[in-house]
C-alpha cells in the first residue's frame, strides 16, 4: 500500500471508488486511482541429455536453494521472451523454441508462474549473478526438499510425469498457501548447500 501519491504527493485514501467493487489506493488530492494486479513469474524447463538446467539461487528470497531459471515479467515482453531473458541472466544459456508448460495461479501472493519448455540453442551455460551454480540435474538427482519454491516443485513433477508417459501438455493449477508444507520445501533459511550437480 501507498502513503503518498507518486504523482503529487499527497496523502493516499484507501477506499472503493465509485462505480468498483474492492478498495484501492486514491490520492486524496489529485483523485488518480492506482491499481495493483497480480505480478506475472516466467520461466523455462530445459533438457539436455535426460537432465534439467537448474540454478541455485544466490540472492534472497531462498538463498542457496534450487530453483528453475524464472523471474519477473517485464514491461514490453512477450512471456516467453521474458523466460528467456530470465534464463541468459541465470544460468547464461541461450534458448528458443518456447511451449507453454505450466501456468500456476498462487493467488494469496498475487502472482500467476508460467513456465516454458525451451531448447538450448548453444551448448554453454554458466551461473550469472544471481546463481551460485547453474547446471544440468538428472530427475533422480533432484534434491527435492531444497527446492527454493512451491510451483517449482509442481513444474518439474509435471516434467517428469509427462515425460515418463511420452507426451508434454500444459498444466493448469493452483497453489495454496499450504503448499510449502504438502510438498515438503524445508523451510529452514539455512538450506543444505550439499544438494549439489
Ligand atoms: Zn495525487
Do not use: K
Not at 503518498?4 to 486514491?26: F, K, L, N, W
Not at 497480480?38 to 534450487?66: H, K, Q, S, Y
Amino acid at each position: 500500500m501507498r502513503t503518498y501519491c507518486p504523482t503529487c504527493a499527497a496523502q493516499i485514501e484507501h477506499r472503493v471508488p465509485s462505480g468498483d467493487d474492492r478498495p484501492r489506493d486514491i490520492c486524496s488530492a489529485c483523485g488518480e486511482i492506482f491499481y495493483d494486479n497480480p505480478r506475472n513469474v516466467v520461466g523455462t524447463i530445459v533438457e539436455r541429455n535426460g537432465a534439467i538446467l537448474m540454478c541455485r539461487r544466490a540472492i534472497d528470497p531462498r538463498r542457496g536453494f534450487w530453483t528453475l531459471p524464472a523471474g519477473f515479467l517485464e514491461l514490453g515482453e512477450s512471456g516467453f521472451s521474458g523466460a528467456a531473458r530470465e534464463t541468459r541472466e541465470e544460468a547464461n544459456a541461450e534458448v528458443d523454441q518456447g511451449e507453454l508448460f505450466a501456468m500456476i495461479d498462487i493467488t494469496h501472493i498475487g502472482q500467476i508462474h508460467i513456465f516454458y519448455r525451451a531448447t538450448l540453442v548453444s551448448d554453454y551455460w554458466a551461473p550469472g549473478p544471481e546463481s551460485e551454480i547453474s547446471c544440468f540435474i538428472d530427475e533422480q538427482d533432484i534434491a527435492w526438499s531444497q527446492l527454493a519454491f512451491p510451483s517449482i516443485h509442481r513444474t518439474l513433477t509435471h516434467y517428469f510425469n509427462d515425460r515418463r508417459r511420452g507426451y508434454f501438455e500444459p498444466h493448469i493449477e493452483t497453489l495454496e498457501r499450504d503448499s510449502w508444507q504438502t510438498l515438503g520445501l524445508d523451510r529452514d533459511p539455512t538450506p543444505n548447500r550439499h544438494a549439489r550437480c
